[in-house]
């Protein structure tokens, strides 16, 4: 089974701190997606990276950067963190160039920016 | 423009009745749809997908969903509902690369 993996389940950060959430998939995939969840809202895409060292931006990038230095790894940051930024993070990883493959997911981080 | 629409926000059905889930995308060409489930506290996790041919698609935990194309719609269905099923469930519209549109979710509330 391909196993999707965030380092943290919850976060507390203060307003101006840079944050990092990183992201381990196990399966040699090479796409991976960091994604916002909200209420009402659903899933936005913040970033994908479809190869080590390659991104590109998602549907909500302002405020956020990400790093791919190896395969299975894909950070989130945020350089300084807002209060808007408050909410639950998902990563994801999916095989191939085409989006006919399923995308996996990780658990999620919720993040609390005070 | 693309875009997925479910348009309930909540559901509430009694354990052992049937389920349907609305979905409606705005797509030009054939899409790529995918239903995934959340459980509280959880990532997503696939429950089917569809890219071609029958447009009856059987998935994992008894769910199955029908694509029609003149209504643009891509429904979930089940036909007795489990407490365990209480979740929220999201439509996905793969449109392009990469990328999906995700519906802003059904939550789904299971009586006993």
């Known amino acids: 089974d391909v196993k999707v993996t965030q380092s943290s389940r919850y976060l507390v950060k203060r307003t101006g701190e840079k944050v990092f959430l990183e992201c381990v998939q196990d399966?040699?995939?090479?796409?991976m997606f960091w994604y916002r969840q909200d209420p009402g809202l659903g899933l936005r895409l913040i970033y994908f990276s479809y190869d080590v060292k390659m991104k590109e931006k998602g549907d909500i990038p302002e405020g956020y950067s990400v790093s791919r230095e190896k395969k299975e790894r894909f950070s989130l940051i945020l350089e300084s963190a807002s209060t808007n930024q408050t909410s639950m993070y998902l990563c994801?990883?999916?095989?191939?160039?085409?989006?006919?493959?399923?995308?996996?997911f990780g658990p999620g981080t919720r993040l609390l920016v005070l | 423009a693309q875009s997925v629409t479910q348009p309930d926000i909540h559901i509430t059905v009694s354990e052992g009745a049937s389920l349907e889930l609305r979905c409606n995308y705005s797509?030009?060409?054939?899409?790529?749809l995918f239903w995934y489930v959340q459980s509280p506290g959880q990532g997503l996790q696939l429950l089917l997908k569809y890219f071609s041919g029958d447009t009856l698609v059987q998935g994992i935990k008894g769910f199955e969903a029908e694509f029609k194309r003149s209504q643009s719609s891509f429904n979930l269905r089940k036909p007795s509902v489990h407490w365990s099923d209480a979740a929220e469930y999201f439509c996905a519209v793969g449109p392009g690369t990469y990328k999906y549109i995700f519906g802003t979710g059904t939550r789904l509330k299971v009586l006993a």
């Open positions: 797509y030009g060409a054939t899409p790529y």
């Open positions: 399966m040699d995939h090479e796409n």
């Open positions: 994801a990883s999916s095989r191939g160039d085409t989006t006919q493959e399923t995308q996996y």
